[in-house]
């Protein structure tokens, strides 16, 4: 009867090793002809494994047998031991107290415990040292042994007859083998780090084991993949033009059932075991340093499924290189078609592989989202840096900018939809932490790439530039009053209601941004040229306008106030702006870049700063005018000196205060309350120091009725400043408390004991004089 020939497996059935080595063999048909000699060369190479698999089974059973032989000695020793501790226990109790050999019984005792005890527990801790030693070594040897067996094993019967070996057993098999070494090493590592040797050389058969075990399971997950038809056909009719009634109408290859279902299921769960192992190792290995990035791998079973796909998705990218939008469209697609998938079919067995926080939902979308932006990092950024860096000569500058803006605005749209997609599970998840962001935003291209979002900022940064300089050429923006945008009335003009609009849009355009410190350097880099631009304009107009009259026009005084009260409102934005959560996280996070302080310091106390000098510049004009009004009223001496029939007020000093007074109600229409404030406080306190000092400290010489005028003309200037607070002799201290000494009475002078000291300044509640220029206003009285 003749033999039965062998039925050849299919190339499908071929692990990817035994195709390599088949090509290998044989390139062409005239290799064919040595498929004999190739068969019994493997053949003769199984026969010398298989004899040096018994040789090692030998050694083996000798090593047990000499244990076995070792430890019956080990256990001789110890009863030996134990006798001489009980013996050494009965010496120790002695004879009855009436005898008369106690206190050689004592003596016997101290001599054992100081020498001879000692040692004897060190010998017993010793052997069972090398007891636990030799036990661990062999238990480890004989578990390594079985794994390297197995998979040694399965390779050579795969080389035989391929297809005879289920994989499946032979992975859990080792599974459980590995678990067992690694309770062991586990134990080994805490209660005994001396047997770092040990640990170490297990580790290194461990891993040659794994470099073998790991290709051979994903390889044969990867050919059940095939068979049950994965990756499932993508069709790109439904992106371009989309028919809502078909898109539930798609081919679902994981709804497996019978026996399919069954291999499938336990490929699944070997990976998904041999992951969790893996990660149990690096864990140990690592001992927390780095632990959290090392650990943080995306669930082997979901990358073979994403991987072919995203594989078979790359004819259609590579159409669409000029349409970005076809490609997000499908990606979410393919995603969003299969997330159920992952809670309904897939979650299980990963709660079965009891692998703790977990989503298969959250692992697939986070696993497309990546290879997306893979694909986008190596494809199409590099396309749209080149030409905007002018090297291809068909690159328009404009086309790109508006092309990567484009980019960046589909990214953000689809992180949004994606976002929505893990939320709809119902399950709440760590969104806000920043690894988290990072796996499911394809903005996380610019955490690998910081030039690539300098280049971003830049070309935001030049659209928003260009908006607000049309904005500010605009005289009519100037010149329009905003109103009711704050709690206070600011006065401010138009333009820096478009200032801030632009601000607030870079802002938002930063907090799709996945990393806390990318955030923050995008704000700088976007916040600080926008400021900038802004206060070179304030500044250019108040210049301006200092240059034409030297701010005596009232005209040009109004421009100024409108420049500070846009500078003001300018500067409570971003004051409130700092108390958002947003930008206190950032300062909370990134505190190397900003030292503790507001993000917006820089751009604060630059606004600030300008605010200060332009108040003070128009301070300092208002006194000037009134300084020339009343310089022949401050220069004349005899007015204090004559006597006059009744009282009046000096006409020269009564027309420096209805100028005082004039322009002090036009920039208390102008200007913010704020800054009008600090305005006026310092006019009066420059009147206070300009009247005191030429008048009173002038060597004058006052008559009563010089002094009942001076009293009227210095309640006339009260009165100016009575407008704006209820007390304004407070903001002139030098001249009240310089009239209060002119019209003090004698008897309270006491002018031999005031020269002696200041506590009588004190007690007349003096407080802004010295006793010097008291004593020159005291003898200045007639």
């Not at 994989?167 to 780090?193: F, Y």
């Not at 393919?334 to 159920?340: A, E, L």
């Not at 306190?685 to 010089?706: E, H, M, P, R, W």
């Not at 407070?730 to 002078?749: A, Q, T, Y």
């Amino acid at each position: 009867m003749e033999a039965v020939p062998m039925r050849l497996p299919w190339p499908s059935a071929l692990t990817p090793p035994i195709a390599h080595f088949l090509a290998e063999q044989f390139r062409s048909e005239a290799d064919l002809h040595r498929s004999p000699d190739l068969e019994a060369e493997l053949a003769s190479r199984c026969s010398d494994l298989e004899d040096s698999l018994n040789d090692l089974r030998i050694r083996l059973s000798k090593s047990v047998a000499a244990y076995a032989v070792r430890s019956e000695e080990v256990g001789t020793l110890l009863d030996g031991v134990q006798r001489e501790l009980f013996d050494l226990r009965s010496s120790l109790r002695g004879p009855s107290k009436g005898d008369g050999d106690i206190i050689c019984g004592l003596e016997r005792r101290d001599q054992i415990l100081a020498d001879e005890l000692p040692s004897l527990a060190k010998e017993v801790l010793r052997v069972e040292t090398v007891q636990a030693y030799a036990e661990t070594t062999l238990k480890l040897d004989r578990l390594i042994g079985d794994i390297e067996d197995a998979v040694s094993s399965s390779v050579t019967v795969k080389l035989k007859t391929p297809g005879a070996v289920k994989s499946e057993d032979v992975c859990m098999m080792t599974i459980n083998s590995l678990k067992q070494i690694e309770d062991i090493l586990a134990s080994v590592t805490n209660s005994r780090p001396q047997w770092s040797r040990l640990v170490s050389a297990v580790d290194y058969r461990v891993d040659r084991a794994l470099a073998m075990l790991r290709p051979q399971a994903i390889a044969d997950h990867r050919n059940l993949l095939a068979s049950i038809g994965w990756p499932p056909p993508l069709s790109s009719s439904n992106i371009i033009h989309p028919n809502p009634e078909a898109s539930t109408d798609f081919s679902n290859p994981l709804l497996m059932t019978g026996n399919l279902k069954t291999k499938y299921c336990e490929s699944f769960l070997s990976l998904c075991y041999l992951q969790e192992l893996q990660k149990r190792r690096k864990s140990r290995q690592l001992s927390g340093s780095n632990l959290e990035i090392a650990l943080s791998q995306p669930l082997w079973v979901i990358e073979e499924l994403v991987n072919p796909i995203m594989l078979s998705a790359q004819r259609y990218f590579v159409k669409w290189h000029d349409k970005p939008e076809f490609i997000f469209a499908l990606v979410y697609k393919v995603t969003k078609d299969f997330v159920d998938s992952m809670d309904e079919i897939l979650q299980p067995l990963v709660d079965k592989a009891m692998i703790l926080g977990c989503s298969c939902r959250e692992e697939w979308i986070s696993t497309m989202v990546s290879s997306l932006s893979i694909f986008l990092s190596k494809e199409i950024f590099p396309d749209y840096v080149n030409l905007l860096d002018g090297s291809s000569p068909s690159s328009d500058p404009s086309q790109t900018r508006f092309s990567w803006l484009q980019l960046v605005d589909l990214m953000i749209s689809f992180d949004k939809r994606i976002h929505t997609l893990i939320l709809n599970s119902g399950v709440v998840l760590s969104l806000t932490d920043v690894l988290n962001l990072q796996q499911v935003s394809t903005m996380s291209i610019f955490c690998d790439r910081p030039d690539w979002l300098e280049l971003w900022v830049e070309l935001e940064l030049s659209e928003m530039l260009e908006k607000l300089r049309v904005a500010m050429e605009d005289e009519n923006n100037w010149k329009t009053i905003i109103g009711g945008i704050l709690v206070e009335d600011y006065k401010s003009p138009a333009v820096s209601g478009a200032v801030v609009q632009c601000f607030s849009l870079l802002i938002d355009r930063s907090r799709p941004l996945p990393s806390i410190e990318l955030r923050a350097r995008f704000i700088r880099l976007a916040g600080a040229p926008i400021s900038k631009k802004f206060l070179d304009s304030l500044l250019q107009r108040c210049q301006e306008a200092e240059g034409l009259t030297a701010l005596a026009d009232d005209d040009a005084i109004l421009k100024v106030s409108h420049s500070i009260n846009a500078a003001r409102y300018f500067e409570s934005v971003l004051t409130e702006w700092s108390e958002n959560a947003f930008f206190l996280e950032l300062e909370s996070m990134v505190k190397e870049e900003v030292d503790g302080r507001c993000i917006f310091d820089e751009e604060l106390t630059m606004f600030k700063d300008f605010r200060i000098e332009w108040v003070q510049k128009i301070t300092t004009v208002i006194i000037r005018g009134f300084d020339s009004l009343c310089r022949e009223y401050l220069k004349s001496k005899r007015q204090w000196q004559e006597k006059s029939e009744g009282i009046s007020l000096s006409r020269t000093f009564v027309g420096a205060l209805d100028y005082l007074q004039g322009k002090i109600c036009k920039l208390e229409d102008a200007m913010n309350g704020m800054d009008f404030v600090l305005m006026w406080r310092a006019v009066a306190n420059g009147v206070d120091q300009l009247v005191f000092t030429g008048i009173l400290l002038g060597a004058t010489k006052f008559s009563y009725s010089g002094l009942e005028i001076l009293t009227a003309d210095l309640e006339a200037l009260f009165g100016v400043f009575s407008a704006w607070c209820l007390r304004p002799q407070g903001f002139f201290p030098r001249l009240s408390e310089g009239l209060k000494l002119l019209k003090m009475e004698e008897k309270h002078l006491e002018i031999g004991g005031f020269g002696k000291n200041e506590r009588w300044l004190r007690e007349k509640n003096i407080k802004h004089l010295t006793v010097a220029e008291a004593e020159k206003i005291l003898k200045s009285r007639i």
